[in-house]
């Protein structure tokens, strides 16, 4: 594998990461992933190593060179030509360019400064760029500038250009897109983390589902991982606390912390299992006294150890 991103956690503190990334690119390939703004921003930090994540692997293989399309960094008052010029002899790279201009549908804005182009003409300049640096993995970032059905077309020549030679396209988006419908695999990131589209076996999903089961009277209600707030371990049995209300359930506290683990679920206490997302504060009574204050302000504090809080800071890169 050219690109390896194998169970990928990245927590910030106070707001919302990503978590169970796994995806694999190479070069001839089309990956699209479907995210938000803030998760498409993280996931470019990651693959790009701006950031480390907090846990999992990122891996590469030898030789292979990742570029963003759509970079910053361009003086704005260069003309178009005057930047392709000026990468390719970064580059080393004796390009014709005319013929770059042609693939790459930059005809029209070849002697225009770079703060007139459009956000898709940017986004068409980025990827040139990026196919001049002699990357053989490019990363499509807000490909939806392409809005019209002649931008689309436009894409998906350029996307079936790079496959034809042999370089990979990983295609970030967050509204539906109308390009490279056929593509070797393409994900949506969810609150329950990254699924994979058009791949669903309806078997799989019926025993599959990462629902928590609890008991109120003669029902039994599940709950998503991302709506507990934490879990308690108390008089031999094990309490679920959702939005101020508690819920018994069957599971044991070391079966809970396996299995929501890739939830983002923290085990700051033995009689404690806690969803990092739902934590407001963190307070310091003493040397040896901490406890952890969460959104929903119907709770108590909860107890963590300072062995636990070292853990938790370098989880939340405190």
Same mark, same amino acid.
């Given at each position: 594998?050219?690109?390896?991103?194998?169970?990928?956690?990245?927590?910030?503190?106070?707001?919302?990461?990503?978590?169970?990334?796994?995806?694999?690119?190479?070069?001839? !390939?089309?990956?699209?992933?479907?995210?938000?703004?803030?998760?498409?921003?993280?996931?470019?930090?990651?693959?790009?190593?701006? !950031?480390?994540?907090?846990?999992?692997?990122?891996?590469?293989?030898?030789?292979?060179?990742?570029?963003?399309?759509?970079?910053?960094?361009?003086?704005?008052?260069?003309?178009?030509?005057?930047?392709?010029?000026?990468?390719?002899?970064?580059?080393?790279?004796?390009?014709?360019?005319?013929?770059?201009?042609?693939?790459?549908?930059?005809?029209?804005?070849?002697?225009?400064?770079?703060?007139?182009?459009?956000?898709?003409?940017?986004?068409?300049?980025?990827?040139?760029?990026?196919?001049? /640096?002699?990357?053989?993995?490019?990363?499509?970032?807000?490909?939806?500038?392409?809005?019209?059905?002649?931008?689309?077309?436009?894409?998906?020549?350029?996307?079936?250009?790079?496959?034809?030679?042999?370089?990979?396209?990983?295609?970030?988006?967050?509204?539906?897109?109308?390009?490279?419908?056929?593509?070797?695999?393409?994900?949506?990131?969810?609150?329950?983390?990254?699924?994979?589209?058009?791949?669903?076996?309806?078997?799989?999903?019926?025993?599959?589902?990462?629902?928590?089961?609890?008991?109120?009277?003669?029902?039994?209600?599940?709950?998503?991982?991302? !709506?507990?707030?934490?879990?308690?371990?108390?008089?031999?049995?094990?309490?679920?606390?959702?939005?101020?209300?508690?819920?018994?359930?069957?599971?044991?506290?070391?079966?809970?912390?396996?299995?929501?683990?890739?939830?983002?679920?923290?085990?700051?206490?033995?009689?404690?299992?806690?969803?990092?997302?739902?934590?407001?504060?963190?307070?310091?009574?003493?040397?040896?006294?901490?406890?952890?204050?969460?959104?929903?302000?119907?709770?108590?504090?909860?107890?963590?150890?300072?062995?636990?809080?070292? /853990?938790?800071?370098?989880?939340?890169?405190?």
């Amino acid at each position: 594998m050219d690109v390896t991103v194998n169970n990928v956690y990245k927590y910030y503190a106070y707001n919302q990461g990503v978590f169970n990334l796994n995806f694999n690119i190479n070069r001839g !390939e089309v990956i699209k992933i479907k995210c938000n703004y803030k998760e498409r921003e993280t996931i470019l930090n990651l693959i790009y190593g701006i !950031e480390k994540p907090t846990n999992g692997e990122i891996s590469y293989s030898e030789n292979i060179k990742l570029k963003i399309a759509f970079p910053s960094g361009y003086d704005k008052n260069l003309k178009v030509i005057e930047i392709l010029k000026f990468y390719a002899n970064m580059s080393n790279n004796n390009v014709q360019f005319d013929k770059i201009v042609e693939n790459f549908g930059l005809n029209g804005v070849i002697d225009i400064k770079k703060s007139k182009l459009d956000k898709f003409e940017n986004l068409l300049l980025g990827i040139s760029v990026a196919y001049i /640096q002699k990357a053989n993995i490019i990363v499509i970032n807000e490909p939806e500038y392409a809005k019209g059905f002649n931008e689309n077309k436009v894409l998906n020549r350029i996307i079936k250009l790079l496959i034809n030679e042999n370089i990979g396209v990983l295609i970030l988006y967050t509204s539906n897109l109308e390009i490279a419908d056929k593509c070797d695999k393409s994900y949506y990131l969810s609150e329950d983390g990254m699924q994979e589209i058009g791949n669903i076996n309806k078997e799989k999903v019926i025993y599959n589902l990462e629902k928590i089961p609890v008991k109120k009277e003669d029902k039994i209600l599940l709950f998503n991982p991302s !709506e507990i707030d934490f879990i308690e371990a108390l008089n031999n049995k094990t309490s679920i606390n959702i939005n101020g209300e508690v819920y018994i359930c069957n599971f044991t506290m070391n079966y809970l912390e396996e299995r929501l683990h890739k939830f983002g679920f923290f085990r700051s206490h033995r009689s404690f299992l806690i969803n990092l997302q739902k934590i407001k504060e963190i307070i310091v009574w003493s040397k040896n006294s901490y406890s952890l204050i969460l959104e929903n302000k119907t709770y108590n504090e909860i107890p963590i150890s300072k062995a636990k809080l070292d /853990q938790l800071k370098k989880l939340i890169d405190f």
